[in-house]
């Protein structure tokens, strides 16, 4: 298996802060990866610096085997921001109109929406199980539905590596389970590499392939089999304290400190 | 007044220029208004004037130039204004809105000083302030004919990239979307409409054109392209609406034209209000079948 992000170590400080220390890390193609730490572990950073939206101070990142800053082919890489269910809600947009805005950059400049991207939109919006929501103002949806309708706008420029940083923020604990669910479904059935950060821990461990503890270090890298037979240890030792590992759904995501 | 339309040109010229700013106001301001900049359209009508007065004392002082229209320093003002307002949002990243006011008090002052080193002008500052059914010339309309063509083909071309980039800005970036391009280019069509509305609605009363049509159509439409479509029909009614009442009550349009507006967006905010009654109404009768 090829590599889809190789990172070699990375560091990065804001002024005198450093929020990643020498971070080696790969997600191969097909991988379900999910980083886990607490806030102010440099989870986003790291995203950040993988998406090309903060310049690289010291280390290497390979997108696709290719230098980050010769990297062109952005339209690979599809992103759910933390902030994506906190746009203006009352933007008068359709679910269609938001998932089709996703297609902007493929279809190019100075060029117009065609019938086959029509059927593209279509397609991503039955990939995450919102087709019937189409015609909807976004901001009538609930926190769940609109993040489904944020990484349908991801997938409709059918990308090869899809990045998600927290993205159960607003979404109703009855909801979390389900939402992942469809996440696994996407990597296992249409074999997109997934790469998620989040606080999740508990109800993530069984979908993903791969899991990564960050807290300014690397502390954990490696199959989420040999992660769940040791997780109490790593979390332990990422979080710098005990914590108390909630399985079930809950509100607050899976992890009460 | 049909009749005198075809009679006389001075009221030809009013509503073929209404018949545009009804249509490119309410455009743009969809996007100024989803963009949460609702002020920019005032700081740039503020700038406008300026540059108005800053002709107009031109005029004054060198007779040579008594036949320069002040549309076009007032456009050369508002574009200006609008390139330092952006400039300005990038100073202040945290605190953007603060380039409005900075822009708004920079264009009234500098006007106030070029009306003051006049002594007051001949020509009737009123009607530059609060708009007129009689000052529009065939040169003026052909003017804002040539920034509607330009305007609306921008808009069409860009229309992608303008929607994403309102809808959520990191995003489009994240995307590769050239965003400051297109939003230069915005800001400068923004800065032109508003010069070329003035005649018509007058500088204080331009950003409302921009802004009522818009909020009326949000309270009712379902999707970007509705909201559009709904902003320019209530800019069209308020325009010409306007404009005959002002020309039978003789009154200024700009006055006219917003009070339409603002009757507009009440009837607007109170059919949905109805419109949600009524739903709750039927959801309520469905849970007791």
């Given amino acids: 298996m090829s590599s889809i992000i190789e990172i070699n170590h990375l560091f ?3 002024e005198k802060d450093v929020v990643l220390d020498d971070i080696n890390l790969t997600v191969p193609e097909g991988a379900f990866l999910a980083i886990v730490g607490p806030n102010g572990s440099g989870k986003s950073t790291l995203l ?10 010291k280390g290497k990142i390979l997108l696709f085997g290719q230098e980050i800053s010769k990297f062109k082919d952005w339209q690979q890489i599809g992103y759910v921001s933390q902030k994506a269910n906190s746009f203006n809600t009352g933007f008068p947009a359709t679910v269609f109109e938001v998932v089709a805005s996703g297609l902007t950059k493929r279809i190019g400049m100075f060029k117009f929406f065609k019938k ?6 279509k397609t991503a919006l039955a990939a995450v199980g919102m087709e019937l929501f189409s015609n909807q103002n976004i901001g009538e949806l609930s926190g769940g539905q609109q993040q489904r309708v944020f990484i349908a706008r991801a997938l409709v420029s059918d990308p090869k590596l899809l990045i998600l940083d927290e993205p159960t923020v607003g979404v109703d604990a009855e909801n979390v389970n389900a939402f992942y669910q469809m996440l696994s479904d996407l990597n296992a059935k249409q074999g997109i590499t997934l790469l998620l950060v989040t606080h999740d821990i508990g109800t993530i461990s069984d979908k993903v392939t791969h899991v990564a503890c960050l807290n300014k270090h690397l ?8 992660f769940e037979q040791m997780r109490m240890e790593e979390i332990s030792k990422t979080y710098g304290h005990d914590i108390q590992l909630i399985t079930h759904h809950h509100e607050h995501g899976g992890v009460r400190k | 007044m049909i009749q005198a339309i075809f009679h006389y040109e001075f ?12 249509f490119l106001a309410p455009l743009l301001g969809v996007f100024i208004v989803v963009r949460r900049l609702s002020l920019i359209a005032d700081a740039l009508s503020h700038v406008t004037l300026a540059g108005i007065a800053a002709s107009l004392l031109i005029e004054k002082q060198f007779t040579a130039l008594a036949g320069l229209n002040p549309l076009y320093l007032g456009m050369v003002f508002s574009v200006g204004g609008s390139l330092f ?6 100073v202040y990243k945290h605190y953007q809105e603060l380039a409005i006011p900075i822009i708004l008090s920079s264009g009234i002052g500098l006007g106030v000083i070029f009306i003051s080193l006049a002594n007051g002008f001949n020509t009737d500052l009123f009607s530059y302030l609060f708009g007129s059914v009689t000052a529009v010339s065939r040169t003026d309309l052909a003017v804002i004919f040539i920034i509607g063509i330009f305007v609306v083909a921008a808009i069409t071309l860009v229309y992608k990239e303008l929607f994403i980039l309102s809808f959520d800005e990191e995003h489009a970036k994240a995307s590769g979307i050239p965003a400051k391009s297109i939003h230069f280019i915005f800001i400068v069509m923004v800065a032109l409409v508003i010069a070329a509305s003035m005649r018509i609605v007058g500088i204080l009363l331009v950003s409302s054109l921009m802004t009522l049509p818009v909020a009326a ?8 392209k509705q909201t559009i479509l709904f902003s320019i029909l209530f800019g069209e009614i308020s325009v010409l609406g306007g404009l005959f009442s002002a020309y039978y009550l003789d009154l200024a349009p700009g006055g006219t034209i917003v009070m339409i507006a603002v009757l507009i967006l009440i009837l607007m905010i109170f059919y949905k209000k109805l419109m949600i009654k009524r739903h709750v109404q039927k959801e309520i009768q469905c849970n007791e079948r």
């Fill in chain 2, 11 to 22: 009221l030809q010229n009013a509503f073929l220029t209404g018949i545009m700013i009804g």
């Fill in chain 1, 12 to 14: 990065y400080r804001y």
């Fill in chain 1, 219 to 226: 502390y954990f890298h490696g199959k989420a089999k040999e």
């Fill in chain 1, 116 to 121: 086959e991207h029509e059927v593209k939109v």
């Fill in chain 2, 217 to 224: 159509s949000i309270r009712i439409a379902k999707g970007f």
């Fill in chain 1, 48 to 57: 950040k610096l993988i998406l090309g939206l903060l310049k690289l101070q």
């Fill in chain 2, 85 to 90: 307002i952006e400039k300005l949002r990038n």
